[in-house]
């Protein structure tokens, strides 16, 4: 499964929306490594997302970035 590239906000509904489905079916109590390019940008900064972002990021974080980061 890939990430749709910007522009294509339709398909990006339905990826993030069958990615969270299937996020949903993971037991809780295991851990969930998800690799590959989902086409955002975290940004730099931690800012509201301290569990979830390291600090290792660049740059400034893009709409996609903030679902990324949402979807951890």
């Keep these: 499964m890939y ?4 522009g294509r906000e339709e398909d990006k509904e339905k990826f993030w929306a069958k990615l969270m489905r299937e996020i949903d079916r ?6 969930i490594l998800l690799a590959g390019d989902l086409n955002g940008h975290v ?3 931690s800012s ?11 740059g400034e974080r ?5 679902r990324i980061l949402e979807a951890a």
């Design 26 to 31: 993971i037991p809780k109590d295991e851990r």
């Design 62 to 66: 893009n709409e996609e970035g903030e």
């Design 3 to 6: 990430a749709p590239q910007a």
């Design 48 to 58: 509201g997302y301290e569990g979830m972002h390291g600090g290792f990021g660049f």
């Design 43 to 45: 940004g730099s900064t």
